[in-house]
């Protein structure tokens, strides 16, 4: 550990909410208006990876361009932004190659924390976190999951340009790249170390849940990110290619208002067949949204 940590702060920033249009399994998410209003929430959350973007540039500025060819964020999300709301995040180094992230609003307080990394030596937020999780105990969302099972078939998907990211994600990357926090021109040109278009880490995560999971959750209800760790492998990930996707369940578990599930998705380069990227998604859904919820359990 260095003597003196070193952090790195970027400015206040406003991300963009864009996922009011969202919709799964036939209704509205989390995302919209009226349901965050019918779940007692402030206002409709903007998604957590979104937040992401802002470390881009600080761990580029302490690592280079490894960032982005095997770059790990892991973060544990703490309190909902809503659109408008500042957010400045910062990273402190605490070896030559991981550090501490925190992401904070104007007022203080967090929005995120965990860790950022390069290479796969580090344990991340998540590692440690999961780690800690207990036996959840009797689940009425979930109950039909299992640790690991495994998705059936693999998925193959790619992020382009111009083309929307379906009902979960129902914007383009140009969008996207319109609209977001952090930007480089690394991400719609051919000119930059790799020859290729690079997936911005927060479109990570829209490529390997474009495709809703096939495992059982009961419904309707609705949702939300509790924990994110997106890490590149053999990376970057590269515009308009194809990849790979396969699931695994490696965590269950349960708070006061929600049950959740731990699910890693595995990205591997459908041409190469090379392992590019993982993506570790601790997924809740709030207990009061499902309507056959055992009332004494609420």
């Known amino acids: 550990m260095f003597d003196t940590p070193i952090t790195l702060t970027g400015p206040p920033r406003q991300p963009r909410q864009m996922l009011a249009d969202q919709s799964y399994g036939g209704h509205a998410s989390v995302h919209d208006g009226a349901i965050a209003d019918d779940l007692g929430l402030a206002g409709a959350p903007i998604e957590g990876p979104t937040h992401f973007s ?60 965990g860790t950022a990394s390069i290479g796969a030596d580090d344990e991340t937020e998540l590692d440690a976190r999961l780690a800690r999780s207990n036996d959840p105990g009797d689940l009425f969302i979930f109950d039909q999951m299992r640790v690991g099972q495994r998705s059936s078939a693999p998925v193959t998907v790619s992020v382009d340009l111009d083309t929307p990211n379906g009902e979960l994600y129902p914007f383009s990357l140009r969008q996207k790249l319109d609209g977001i926090t952090e930007s480089t021109p690394w991400y719609a040109s051919d000119d930059n170390p790799w020859g290729r278009a690079i997936l911005p880490l927060e479109m990570i995560s829209v490529l390997s849940q474009k495709v809703g999971t096939e495992f059982p959750v009961r419904g309707p209800s609705v949702g939300l990110f509790l924990d994110l760790e997106i890490r590149l492998i053999d990376g970057p990930l590269f515009v308009g290619q194809n990849y790979v ?12 208002r929600t049950e959740s599930s731990w699910v890693r998705t595995t990205i591997t380069d459908a041409d190469t067949g090379a392992r590019a990227a993982a993506v570790l998604l601790h997924s809740g859904v709030f207990k009061e949204s499902y309507a056959d919820y055992p009332a004494e359990r609420l």
């Open 245 to 256: 996707l396969e699931r695994e369940v490696v965590g269950l578990g349960q708070s006061r």
């Open 54 to 113: 802002q470390f881009d540039p600080l761990a580029f500025e302490q690592w280079g361009q490894a960032w982005f060819e095997s770059g790990c964020i892991s973060a544990h999300f703490k309190t909902m932004v809503i659109e408008g709301e500042d957010v400045t995040a910062s990273l402190t180094a605490t070896t030559s190659a991981s550090g501490r992230i925190d992401a904070v609003k104007t007022d203080g307080t967090p929005v995120l924390t």
